[in-house]
């Protein structure tokens, strides 16, 4: 399969629904992608949404509703089936149309926000799915390209001056104000960008996932252009 992906060693292709839920992460590997390369116009769909304050979830009765050329119609098609794939699949997907998410600038350490290279955490067996139809893609990062940034010395520190209990106390404080997930960029570390219309299937934290959790961020949106992606 000729792609962008199919040497990296964090990666593993697929190019079907099925194999992207059925395939194991293993070793290395906690990143799935079903690659494709989409007809149709997603920035039509873009352009007849209507955007509230920086972020929408856009339902599926609202995308039906939309009146869209032949192109914009094959875009609607792909959301709606790949909407109804991760449902069948037992998947919460939502479909989003944002400007922005909402920025973490408490303490000009350490940031929680999703532009941060981070982990998601799942009290069940569960994974990350995630398709970016139009504006700038997320990224992923090999885990040892990162390092947790509650390990940095100067980061642990500050952290510390904020926690006045006992180390177990502050172990759990990190945890329930998730300053744990969040990764800083090793030097010489190359992410790598998810690209438009590739369906990925990331692990998370939990106890009985067999391969470290994937390290990933949202990107810096692209002034003025929204992003439309389907996430759950």
């Known amino acids: 399969m000729n792609n962008g992906f199919a040497d990296n060693k964090q990666v593993k292709v697929v190019s079907t629904f099925t194999e992207l839920v059925e395939t194991d992460f293993y070793e290395n590997v906690n990143a799935i992608c079903w690659f494709r390369n989409l007809a149709g116009d997603f920035g ?3 352009s007849k949404l209507e955007l509230k304050e920086n972020l929408t979830e856009v339902s599926m009765e609202a995308l039906n509703a939309l009146e ?3 192109e914009g119609s094959i875009a609607r098609a792909i959301i709606l089936s790949d909407y109804q794939l991760l449902a069948g699949f037992g998947a919460s997907p939502s479909l989003n149309l944002l400007k ?3 920025r973490d600038d408490e303490f000009d350490f350490i940031s929680t926000d999703v532009y941060s290279f981070h982990v998601d955490r799942s009290p069940i067996g569960t994974d990350t799915f995630l398709c970016t139809y139009h504006g700038a ?14 390990m940095i010395p100067e980061i642990r520190q500050k952290l510390k001056a904020l926690h ?4 177990a106390e502050f172990e759990n404080f990190l945890k329930e104000y998730y300053f744990d997930l969040h990764y800083e960029v090793k030097a010489g570390a190359m992410p790598i960008n998810l690209g438009l219309g590739h369906l990925w299937r990331l692990a998370v934290d ?5 391969v470290l959790p994937c390290v990933h961020r ?12 389907l996430i759950c």
């Not at 893609?137 to 509650?150: M, R, T, V, Y």
């Not at 939990?206 to 067999?210: G, S, V």
């Not at 949202?218 to 439309?228: C, H, I, N, Q, Y």
Request: glycine share 4%; charged share 35%; hydrophobic share 30%.
């Open 44 to 46: 039509e769909i873009v």
């Open 68 to 70: 869209l050329s032949k």
């Open 100 to 102: 922005s998410y909402e």
């Open 137 to 150: 893609p997320s990224e992923i990062l090999a885990n040892d390209e990162a390092e947790q940034k509650i």
């Open 164 to 167: 006045s209990g006992t180390d």
């Open 206 to 210: 939990h106890p009985e996932k067999k």
């Open 218 to 229: 949202a990107p810096t949106e692209d002034d003025g252009l929204l992003r439309l992606l």
